[in-house]
């Protein structure tokens, strides 16, 4: 496929990245910094223009008249927007828009995306809000993503010390009527990946990844977590973009919130634009005194929104340190993104960027493979794989029918949703729920296509 | 460094180098060489391939691929290509060592420099009697196609054969393609690599065509597109082109040597509906000047005087006529960096001779498969020397060299200016070092020098159009093979073999 990707920032790079890795994809990148793209073009297989994203000239330049999909990933809405537009006049067939916030459009007066020939309009900030909303309600859950085709979930949550399931052996799970619903699917222990047998013992300190439909994943959470004896309160650090959608979503759902910022102006900005209940605390995020008087110690949550990633990553680690409950960082460079998880004091990492690539890879699938998220803690990919009636796995047990290192997690059949232990035999129509990497995924589409003898 | 990406990697092309050899024993076979050669080529590739192809199933490579590996790869592919690529010299053709290795290095850098005539010692003693006409077919070809091969660069046909090595084929291809400047044609660059070979394989056949109509064998035919369209200059005879006498073949070669030598962009362009993209580029405006003047100042030379063919003919009182086929043959063929001949030019007037060494210098165009300095760096060194001289009284201004209307940035034009300069440098050294080495005579060394570094083939003096370098010492064949290499891969790639820190880390 040929795909035209607009901008060379963070998204532009890990998109470029992770869409290089097919083969059969041929990826243009346009951005106006040819530094950028230099350094670009070093590591991947791309071809680069230097010019306007929306520019008619650097389009042209970059092949938009063959391009079969477009991202228009710049920092700039409008360019974004624009872009889209161009771009289907020169007969693109798919067009990504990414916009920071919805000003442009309004369903209401008629006026949609369609309209500028935008067939998805991806809004990682508001994603990426969506995703800590989903986290924040249980101490111990790290991310959760759902699958649409099924109302399923696949969640990850850390065994806290005095969690329920200490010690517990995996076939012993209390509650018998989950085991036989949620799919253990691995667990991270050490930084190593330990796949979860009968005989396996949960530890504290262990983060498990479970699949299961969206009510028993819930259960499960409920059951898991630990309850703390902190106040309600939220502590959200920063007035960037994603710290106003943020405190205006928990606003909403009646939470109580508090929000650190130094700078006046922006804060008093903010304030006008979420209104009225929540507390403003003018302050360095980064200093032990101003976190002491936002009454960190005794909060449920501390997340950091600010503008830099390097500020939220030591406010969160310095707020854990004074007791806060859980602490969450939002960053946007790649390389903080796999080191984040990586640091025990930080509970969860979250990064509008990344979150843009999962709907981007949402968006892109082949016949028999639809890719879903990428999770940070293992960096993996989920994938979804339909089992073909003359593929040779058909009719196989799992545990036989793939190389040991794959991981099922789930098995949709008949509009059913199954864990997938490792006894069960593929049906045809079976889809799969599997977590691996790109290079295991590759070898596993192979093994689930129907062999053809002649190519048709 | 990624040592067992790199073995991978120089073993698959190792493997186009085999496959293409196996053809070398069909040729043997149809063209009825006796059954020891055709059995011994057939051996080779053999050899080629397993050895290839067992180490390609063995080594098992994962990683990430930086700029080291890039460079090591296409720097030891090419030396690898050259030591499986001499073998049928070696054992079909009964060479020494040293001259085989030579051969095959002057075959894949098209340069088109040969040690083969009737004065070469083989390794049983004897010599080969009638020169190169007296080697079988098959060596013949194999010697024509390791120009083939090597002109388009056989890492770029690898990328396309191979798209496993995409990994980091922007750096390979950048490594191998000459020319300061990239057009990028494609967003893969494994698509790229086909396109060119697409184009240079059809410009192939149509020479091969046009040849065959004035009355060459297909086997002749085939042998000097391979010399033309690599701006090669291996000839099946030993009088070179001027052997057949005929000038509709000198006029198709002098065409297809000028097209060989102009960017394989313009052509693909071209092909695509837009034929006079040519003359909107800057670069092939200059290279067409420069033939032109060059002929035309060099037939004014030659006026009057006398010409001797490289078959030995003798044209006295040279006419218009004569004096532009002849020049304007062995421009095109010296700047392309072809060395065809058609004429023994070491015996024309001293302006003649050295405005042809100068061309040496200048080389084709970027993008081509021609050798030498490239006509861009020439033009930016020119135009970056005049906004030199206007910087002496207006201090302040800020570099604005272009090319095709692209500014040039500053770090570019450093690295065009490095190049001039180690290229120059690198053609003082190899100078001295074969004066060193035993050849005793200025004009020799000096054009010897240039004819390898910058991929030419023959020389002035002893090195002439109508000599071989047979007669220079084993160290000084080697040395000149070293040169070969350092011109095709436009120094850098090789050099950067001899830096200690490329090893470390």
């Known amino acids: 496929m040929n795909i035209l990707i607009l901008g060379a920032g963070e998204l532009g790079k890990q998109l470029a990245w992770t869409l290089c890795d097919n083969r059969e994809n041929k990826v243009t990148v346009v951005d106006h910094s040819a530094a950028r793209l230099e350094r670009l073009r070093e590591r991947l297989d791309v071809m680069t223009v230097s010019g306007e994203a929306a520019s008619v000239q650097a389009l042209k330049n970059a092949g938009v008249d063959k391009a079969e999909l477009l991202l228009a990933v710049t920092g700039s809405d409008a360019s974004n927007v624009l872009a889209c537009r161009v771009g289907r006049h020169f007969g693109v067939k798919r067009t990504v828009c990414r916009v920071s916030k919805d000003h442009f459009f309004s369903e209401g007066d008629g006026f949609s995306p369609a309209e500028m020939a935008i067939d998805h309009l991806i809004h990682p900030l508001n994603d990426c809000v969506d995703q800590i909303i989903r986290v924040i309600r ?48 691995l667990v991270m222990r050490n930084r190593r990946l330990v796949m979860p047998g009968g005989e396996f013992v949960f530890k504290a300190g262990d983060e498990v990844y479970a699949a299961g439909t969206a009510q028993d994943i819930e259960t499960l959470l409920d059951y898991v977590d630990v309850k703390i004896k902190h106040n309600g309160t939220m502590i959200v650090a920063g007035a960037s973009p994603a710290a106003r959608e943020l405190v205006r979503r928990l606003k909403t759902d009646g939470q109580d919130v508090r929000v650190i910022e130094s700078d006046g102006d922006l804060a008093r900005e903010m304030m006008d634009e979420v209104g009225d209940g929540v507390m403003f605390i003018q302050g360095d995020a980064n200093e032990a005194d101003v976190l002491e008087d936002a009454g960190v110690d005794k909060c449920q949550t501390f997340i950091g929104a600010l503008a830099d990633d390097e500020s939220n990553i030591l406010g969160c680690l310095l707020a854990k340190n004074m007791g806060a409950g859980k602490v969450i960082a939002v960053t946007n460079k790649a390389e903080y993104v796999d080191i984040v998880p990586a640091m025990n004091a930080i509970d969860c990492g979250f990064s509008p960027r990344l979150v843009a690539v999962n709907s981007v890879l949402n968006l892109l699938s082949s016949e028999t493979v639809r890719v879903h998220a990428l999770l940070q803690r293992v960096q993996a990919y989920v994938y979804e794989f339909e089992v073909e009636a003359r593929s040779p796995v058909c009719g196989k ?38 977590i691996a990497r790109p290079a295991e995924a590759a070898r596993i589409e192979g093994l689930l296509r129907r062999k053809r003898i002649l190519p048709i | 460094m990624n040592v067992r990406l790199v073995t991978r990697a120089v073993a698959a092309i190792v493997v186009v180098i085999g496959v293409a050899m196996v053809t070398a024993a069909g040729v043997a076979w149809g063209m009825g060489d006796s059954k020891l050669a055709v059995l011994r080529l057939g051996l080779c590739s053999l050899i080629t391939l397993l ?140 698509d790229s690599a086909k396109i060119l070979w697409g184009v240079y394989v059809l410009l192939s056949l149509a020479e091969t065509a046009l040849l065959m109509a004035g009355g060459m064998s297909l086997f002749d035919a085939w042998c000097h597109t391979c010399g033309t369209m690599a701006t090669g200059g291996f000839s099946t005879r030993q009088a070179s082109v001027g052997g057949f006498g005929s000038l509709y073949i000198d006029m198709v070669i002098t065409v297809f040597m000028f097209l060989a030598g102009s960017n394989f962009l313009l052509h693909f362009r071209a092909l695509r509906g837009k034929p006079l993209n040519y003359f909107n580029d800057e670069e092939f405006k200059f290279y067409f000047g420069v033939v032109v003047v060059a002929t035309l100042t060099i037939s004014c030379s030659l006026l009057g005087g006398g010409i001797v063919t490289t078959d030995g003919r003798v044209i006295e009182n ?182 200690p820190s490329f090893y470390k880390g």
């Open chain 2, 51 to 190: 050895a290839s192809s067992l180490t390609l199933v063995w080594v098992r490579a994962k990683g990430d691929f930086r700029f080291r590996e890039g460079f090591a790869i296409v720097a030891l592919g090419w030396i690898f290509a050259s030591i499986f690529g001499a073998l049928p010299f070696f054992w079909a053709g009964g060479m020494c060592g040293y001259d085989v290795f030579f051969e095959t290095m002057s075959g894949f850098t098209t340069t088109g420099a040969s040690v083969l005539d009737n004065t070469l010692a083989l390794r049983d003693g004897g010599v080969l009697p009638r020169g190169i006409v007296d080697l079988p077919f098959g060596v013949l070809y194999w010697r024509s196609l390791t120009h083939w091969l090597g002109g388009m660069g056989i890492v770029v046909l690898s990328l396309a054969v191979f798209p496993s090595l995409g990994l980091g084929a922007h750096q390979l291809y950048l490594a191998e393609v000459p020319g300061p400047t990239e057009d990028q044609m494609t967003p893969r660059i494994a």
């Open chain 1, 138 to 185: 249980h101490q111990c859950a790290i991310e959760r993503f759902t699958l649409p085709s099924a109302k399923c979930e696949i969640c990850a949550f850390h065994v806290r010390p005095r969690s329920a399931i200490v010690n517990v052996r995996l076939a012993d799970f209390p509650e018998k009527t989950l085991l036989g619903r949620v799919r253990f699917s």
């Open chain 2, 318 to 499: 040279a006419g218009v006529a004569d004096a532009l086929r002849y020049a304007v043959f062995q421009v095109v063929s010296i700047v392309t960096t072809t060395g065809f001949a058609t004429a023994d030019f070491n015996l024309w007037p001293a302006y003649a001779a050295l405005l042809l060494v100068l061309l040496m210098f200048v080389g084709g165009c970027a993008g081509s498969t021609g050798g030498g300095m490239k006509n861009a760096r020439v033009i930016l060194t020119l135009k970056y020397g005049v906004t030199q001289i206007k910087r002496c009284f207006f201090r302040r201004a800020i570099s604005n060299v272009r090319l095709n209307g692209a500014r040039i940035p500053e770090s570019a034009l450093h690295k065009v200016l490095a190049f001039v300069c180690l290229f120059v440098g690198l053609h003082v050294f190899f100078s001295l070092a074969l004066c060193a080495l035993g050849v005793d005579d200025i004009v020799t060394a000096a054009t010897a020098s240039i004819a390898a570094l910058g991929n030419i083939g023959p020389g002035l003096g002893g090195v002439g159009a109508t000599r071989s370098y047979a007669w220079m010492t084993p160290e000084a064949k080697i040395l000149l093979s070293v040169a070969m290499l350092l011109g095709r891969l436009e120094v850098y790639t090789v050099l950067v073999l001899f830096l």
């Open chain 1, 397 to 434: 047990k799992i545990v036989n029918a793939f190389p040991p290192s794959t991981i099922i997690s789930l098995l949709f059949r008949g509009g059913e949703t199954r864990p997938a232990t490792g006894d069960m035999v593929l049906e045809a129509g079976d889809t799969a729920v599997v």
